[in-house]
């Protein structure tokens, strides 16, 4: 398996515009979690995924950030508008349990200019 | 609120010193308990893990952690660390209610 794969690997964007970062999970993982790491606040959780259903979104920080996962292999995180304190790396990670070990995917670093 | 703390921001050690990074819970009942770590440049993967058994584990690389259940911790230890340990540590916490959180994280600088 390739792992966790996400796209695009690096993002710059003016302030206003939309960002959309993808994510395909490894293949038989049935939750997906998104993560934010920032120099401030650390490794933050956002969303996770139970068979594509979002089961826990409270660490989404606000209304401009959306997560979807249409199908078993693909996921999407959303903001829109994007602002500068957006800036970060956001992971993708994958397991088959909810407690069991993540794989993470390589990031996408965000930066919003 | 359930929490993970790792107390120590950034540790710069000389090669061959020993090492022992902190993680501390707030969790009750079951816990699964994780450390991830960070090279430089490269995502998150796995170091070592404790589901149940004796609670001290060994992982990859040398390194180990104790479960220290009536202390609530799972301390990360390596008996002489190399420079090529030089990365960021996440110490993880999840419980079978379905709460994963993860440390802030603990810098490692190791110098030649």
């Known amino acids: 398996d390739a792992g966790v794969i996400q796209s695009p690997r690096h993002e710059v964007t003016e302030m206003g515009q939309e960002v959309t970062l993808r994510c395909k999970p490894i293949s038989g993982h049935d939750y997906l979690f998104w993560y934010r790491q920032t120099m401030m606040r650390g490794l933050e959780l956002l969303i996770y995924?139970?068979?594509?259903?979002?089961?826990?979104d409270s660490g989404m920080p606000e209304d401009r950030f959306s997560a979807k996962m249409p199908n078993a292999s693909f996921s999407t995180l959303k903001i829109q508008p994007s602002e500068p304190r957006d800036s970060a790396v956001y992971f993708c990670?994958?397991?088959?349990?909810?407690?069991?070990?993540?794989?993470f995917g390589p990031g996408t670093r965000l930066t919003v200019l | 609120a359930q929490s993970v703390s790792q107390h120590n921001h950034h540790v710069i050690l000389s090669e061959a010193a020993s090492l022992e990074l902190g993680c501390n819970y707030s969790?009750?009942?079951?816990?699964?308990l994780f450390w991830y770590v960070q090279y430089p440049g490269q995502h998150l993967q796995l170091l070592l893990k404790?589901?149940?058994?004796?609670?001290l584990v060994k992982g990859i690389k040398g390194f180990e952690a104790e479960f220290i259940k009536s202390k609530f911790s799972f301390n990360l230890r390596k008996p002489s660390v190399q420079w090529s340990d030089t990365a960021e540590y996440f110490c993880?916490?999840?419980?079978?209610?379905?709460?994963?959180?993860f440390g802030a994280g603990t810098r490692l600088t190791v110098k030649p």
């Open positions: 404790y589901f149940s058994g004796d609670p």
């Open positions: 995924f139970n068979n594509n259903v979002p089961i826990d």
């Open positions: 969790y009750g009942g079951t816990v699964n």
């Open positions: 993880a916490v999840n419980n079978n209610n379905n709460d994963m959180r």
């Open positions: 990670a994958s397991s088959r349990d909810v407690t069991d070990t993540q794989y």
